[in-house]
């Protein structure tokens, strides 16, 4: 199995980016997805969430209005558009994957991807 993150990045505030997360190895339309983030110091934290046929979304409240999750079961792929961008979601985002419900708890994802930097500056 494999996540593939990408689409990171150094923009600045109020600015957008648009990550994405290619699997590979499982069977995709069954899996729920998500993607966490991790500052420096920090634990890593839910971001948002998606069941196996995007018809079910969780947020955080920080990130709530301004990103939206999407998935392609045709394309295998993960969408975490981000809008409005401030400092504090400077972070590494990694999406990560489960057979079951969609899940704000990282320890319930058994695959992950590897991360990407996305560097908001002020």
């Known amino acids: 199995v494999q996540l593939q993150a990408s689409g990171g990045g150094l923009v600045q505030t109020g600015d957008s980016l648009r990550l994405s997360c290619a699997a590979s190895g499982l069977t995709f339309s069954r899996i729920a997805a998500a993607w966490f983030r991790q500052a420096p110091g920090k634990e890593r934290e839910f971001v948002a969430s998606?069941?196996?046929?995007?018809?079910?979304?969780s947020y955080a409240d920080s990130v709530k209005g301004r990103f939206t999750i999407s998935r392609d079961n045709a394309k295998n792929t993960v969408n975490l558009q981000m809008n409005s961008l401030k400092p504090d979601d400077t972070a590494v985002y990694y999406c990560?994957?489960?057979?079951?419900?969609?899940?704000?708890?990282?320890?319930?994802?058994?695959?992950w991807g590897q991360g990407t930097l996305v560097t908001v500056s002020s």
């Open positions: 998606i069941n196996w046929n995007g018809r079910s979304t």
């Open positions: 990560a994957a489960i057979y079951h419900t969609m899940s704000t708890v990282p320890s319930r994802y058994d695959y």
